[in-house]
C-alpha cells in the first residue's frame, strides 16, 4: 500500500495567516493527489484533485501542489470558515490511501 | 445536483453481517461509486468501489469480507461486511468518484455500531 504522511499533525493560525501542509508518499511517481476539508460530524468535501486542479466552487485560496511523493496544500489567507481537519488521498496506486489528517485550529 | 443517502441498521451485533444502502438522486448512476468508512475519531478508510457495470475493487484488507454491488434501475449501490467486530464500528459513506478516485459527491454517512 502507499502510505501518505501529512505533516503537520496539528497547526495552530490566526484568521489571515497563510498555511501549509504537507503529505509525503511512501512510494515515488504518485500522481493523483486530492485533498478534502472535513468540519465536525460531516462529510469530507474534496478542494483539490490531480495534485492541483481546484475544485468547482472552492474559493481560490486554496491551492495543491506537488508531484512524485511531496505534495502540499496551501491556504492563502486563513479564513474563520477553514477551521477544520484536512486529509490527502493518493488514488495513483490501489488500495487507495488517506493520509491521517492535520487539524488546523485557531491560534 | 448529486445528492446521497446512506441507510441501514446503527447496530449489528459482533460475527454479524454489515449491510447499508446508498440511495443516489438527481444524477445518473452511471460512475463509479465508492464506500468509505472512518471510525470514531480517527482517519478515513477506502473500502471499494463498485461501477455500474457491476465491476469492482476491493480494498485487500476487508477483501475477504465485503461486497459492493449497484443496482442501477433502483439508483441504489449497497455495501456487505460479513463477521463484523468492534474494529467494523464507524461511520461509512458512500461517495462519487468524480475523476478516477477522487471524490466530489458523498452521502452525510452512517455511524454503524458493532456491540452485542
Known amino acids: 500500500d502507499i502510505q501518505m504522511t501529512q505533516s503537520p499533525s496539528t497547526l495552530s493560525a490566526n484568521v489571515g495567516d497563510r498555511v501549509t501542509i504537507t503529505c509525503r508518499a511512501s512510494q515515488s511517481f504518485v500522481d493523483w493527489v486530492a485533498w478534502y476539508q472535513q468540519k465536525p460530524g460531516k462529510a469530507p468535501k474534496l478542494l483539490i484533485y490531480?495534485?492541483?486542479t481546484l475544485e468547482s466552487g472552492v474559493p481560490s485560496r486554496f491551492s495543491g501542489s506537488g508531484s512524485g511523493t511531496e505534495f502540499s496544500l496551501t491556504i492563502s489567507s486563513l479564513q474563520p470558515d477553514d477551521f477544520a481537519m484536512y486529509y490527502c488521498?493518493?488514488?495513483?496506486?490501489?488500495?487507495?490511501?488517506f493520509g491521517q489528517g492535520t487539524k488546523v485550529e485557531i491560534k | 445536483q448529486v445528492q446521497l443517502q446512506e441507510s441501514g441498521p446503527g447496530l449489528v451485533k459482533p460475527s454479524e453481517t454489515l449491510s447499508l444502502t446508498c440511495t443516489v438522486s438527481?444524477?445518473?448512476?452511471?460512475?463509479?461509486w465508492s464506500w468509505i468508512r472512518q471510525p470514531p475519531g480517527r482517519g478515513l478508510e477506502w473500502i471499494g468501489y463498485?461501477?455500474?457495470?457491476?465491476?469492482?475493487y476491493y480494498n485487500p484488507s476487508l477483501k475477504s469480507r465485503v461486497t459492493i454491488s449497484v443496482d442501477t434501475s433502483k439508483n441504489q449501490l449497497s455495501l456487505m461486511l460479513t463477521s463484523v467486530t468492534a474494529a467494523d464500528t464507524a461511520t461509512y459513506y458512500c461517495a462519487k468518484d468524480k475523476n478516477g478516485g477522487a471524490f466530489d459527491y458523498w452521502g452525510q454517512g452512517a455511524l454503524v455500531t458493532v456491540s452485542s
Open positions: 438527481g444524477g445518473s448512476i452511471g460512475s463509479y
Open positions: 488521498q493518493q488514488y495513483t496506486g490501489y488500495p487507495w490511501t
Open positions: 490531480k495534485a492541483s
Open positions: 463498485v461501477y455500474n457495470s457491476g465491476s469492482t
